[in-house]
Structures are given as structure tokens and as C-alpha cells.
């Protein structure tokens, strides 16, 4: 298409900015709130939009709006313009102000823990000037996140954002799970197969999550069963109160709770669960232009992997 097509077509970054927000917020009435714009205005935008490209991008239903079949790819396209744009702004103003920006990073629970503090602290050494925003989130909000822009980069386990379309992975160590409890709980001297610890009290993460499938495979492999007594979680957080409580056994990646490990609150018990090792890496957009402020902070995520893997 000629650039004189679209000049004629009238699409505007107005236009493309609703619709990326509204597929990311899921409603005119949340989009229209994140863009200080009226939902009638909002609601305006977007039927103009679809009246300039012919083609319906939304559904609307009882719980809010979904993009279309035919909406997907163009949507796609307008969260990469967005994103850019933003990225763009974001550069011009690190350059006008001489300041050094913010980098927006999405975490899943192995690199929140482990390697990304780290790199936090480095960061601030090296480069005082930037500023770090960190969000947890599912695989799936994550990969949506990131192709609006909402993040820079996302860093964690690499399945399945790996498989998911438009992203780039750059993989950094090899990741393993083990199973942790109190020192004082039944369990905690533990050294026979994972099929004996199917009826007790576990932590797990959510179903949705690929290290969730990973584990019920491995049990299906010791006793064709699964365990039934599960509390899912996955933040930090709640999840080492969870666990020092002292009912529960958890599956945890190899990074977390290093210091109650090293000062006996909690014990990693001798039991194998097997294919639950994978790569742990940094996931960008395919083609997409970083700010410097996070090329730092994926300079500083190298570095501590390598000091990980030397340790």
C-alpha cells in the first residue's frame, strides 16, 4: 500500500492508541478512563476507526470486549505502532533531559527471585539516574503487557512465552525446581520418590502455568495421580508465609528462599522431580527498539547469570 493510501484513509495515532488500550483493558469503559477521554469519545474513536478499515475489530458482550478474528492482526499492528511511539518519547525525552529514564520490566517467580535483585542493585550503582518498574503477572498478561508496551522486556522462565507469536528470547541459565518445607515439618527428612508425597498439603502454581503442567506430568509418571490437596500460588510473597507455616510442601524455582535455605527455616528435600528444568531468560518484542535505560538493565541481568552459573 502506497503512503498515500493510508494519508487518504485518515488513520490516526489517535485511533490506534483506543483500540490497543481497549484490547488491553478488555472495555471502552476502562480504556476510556486509562485515556482521560469520555466513553462516548472512545466509543467514537473506535467506530471511526473501524469505518476507515472496513473491518469490525471487537466483539462486544456481557463481560466486556474481545478482539475479533479478523481485528487480531490489525490490532496486533497497532500495539507495535503504539509501543513504538512510546518507546520514541521516551527516547527524545531521555536525550532533551539528560536524564536517563525508567525501565518497565515484566517478572515471572524465577527471575523475580533470583537474578533480577541483583541487576536491580547493579543498575542503581552503575547508572543512578534510572529507574526501574517491576510487575508479576501470568505468562498470557505478560505476553500481552509486553506487545502493548506496558513492559520493556520480561524476564523468567521462557516457556511458553517463547512460543507465543511476535517475541524474541534470549535465554540465560538453566532453571530447576526443588520441593521446600519447614525443618520441622513430617516431611522434611524425606529422600524416597515423589509418589509418596502425592495425599499431602502442597503449594503449587496456578493451572494455566506451564511449570504447573510439568509437575502433574511428573507425578502422573511416579503414581498416575495427581495431588489433590493444592493451594495455588505464585507470589513471593504470600507464598513463603504459605510455606513457614509449616502444613505445606511447595515446588519452588532454585533461586527462592535462598536465605531461609541457608539459615534452616526451611529444608529442600532429596526428591527428583523430573522435567521441570528450562531456561530462564529475557523475552523482548520482535524488532523492537529499547530505551537505554533498558539495555542497562539487561546488561546487569548477563552479568548476574554468569555470576549465578560461576557460584
Known amino acids: 500500500m502506497r503512503s498515500s493510501d493510508l494519508l487518504s484513509r485518515q488513520i490516526r495515532l489517535r485511533h490506534?492508541?483506543?483500540?490497543?488500550?481497549?484490547?488491553?483493558?478488555?472495555?471502552?469503559?476502562?480504556?476510556?478512563a486509562v485515556l482521560y477521554l469520555t466513553q462516548p469519545a472512545a466509543s467514537r474513536t473506535l467506530a471511526e476507526l473501524e469505518r476507515i478499515l472496513g473491518v469490525r475489530l471487537f466483539d462486544r458482550g456481557p463481560k466486556g470486549m474481545t478482539v475479533t478474528a479478523a481485528g487480531a492482526p490489525l490490532v496486533t499492528h497497532m500495539q507495535l505502532v503504539t509501543s513504538e511511539v512510546g518507546s520514541l518519547l521516551r527516547h527524545a525525552d531521555e536525550i532533551v533531559s539528560g536524564r536517563r529514564g525508567e525501565v518497565r520490566v515484566g517478572t515471572l517467580l524465577a527471575g523475580s527471585a533470583d537474578i533480577l535483585p541483583a541487576a536491580v542493585f547493579e543498575v542503581s550503582r552503575r547508572h543512578p539516574g534510572v529507574g526501574v518498574a517491576i510487575s508479576e503477572g501470568t505468562p498470557d498478561r505478560l505476553h500481552e503487557d509486553l506487545m502493548s508496551g506496558q513492559v520493556d522486556f520480561v524476564v523468567g522462565r521462557v516457556t511458553p512465552l517463547a512460543s507465543m507469536p511476535g517475541v524474541d528470547v534470549e535465554p540465560l541459565y538453566d532453571d530447576d525446581v526443588h520441593?521446600?518445607?519447614?525443618?520441622?515439618?513430617?516431611?522434611?527428612?524425606?529422600?524416597?520418590?515423589?509418589?509418596e508425597l502425592v495425599d499431602d498439603a502442597w503449594i503449587l502454581p496456578p493451572?494455566?502455568?506451564?511449570?504447573?503442567?510439568?509437575?502433574?506430568?511428573?507425578?502422573?509418571?511416579?503414581?498416575?495421580?495427581?495431588?489433590?490437596?493444592?493451594?495455588?500460588?505464585?507470589?513471593?510473597?504470600?507464598?513463603?508465609?504459605?510455606?513457614?507455616r509449616g502444613e505445606h510442601l511447595a515446588v519452588v524455582p532454585s533461586g527462592i528462599f535462598v536465605d531461609d535455605l541457608e539459615r534452616d527455616a526451611l529444608v529442600s528435600l532429596q526428591v527428583t522431580i523430573e522435567g521441570t528444568s528450562v531456561p530462564v531468560g529475557m523475552i523482548t518484542r520482535s524488532g523492537g527498539q529499547l530505551p537505554s535505560s533498558a539495555h542497562a538493565l539487561m546488561d546487569a541481568l548477563r552479568d548476574s547469570a554468569r555470576a549465578r552459573q560461576e557460584a
Not at 21 to 30: D, K, L, P, Y
Not at 227 to 240: I, Q
Open 16 to 32: 490506534m492508541i483506543v483500540a490497543a488500550t481497549i484490547a488491553h483493558r478488555g472495555s471502552i469503559r476502562e480504556a476510556s
Open 179 to 195: 520441593v521446600v518445607c519447614t525443618s520441622n515439618h513430617p516431611r522434611s527428612a524425606h529422600r524416597g520418590s515423589l509418589a
Open 207 to 244: 493451572r494455566d502455568t506451564s511449570l504447573r503442567h510439568q509437575i502433574e506430568a511428573a507425578f502422573i509418571r511416579a503414581c498416575s495421580r495427581t495431588p489433590g490437596n493444592v493451594t495455588e500460588c505464585v507470589a513471593p510473597v504470600p507464598l513463603r508465609a504459605l510455606v513457614l
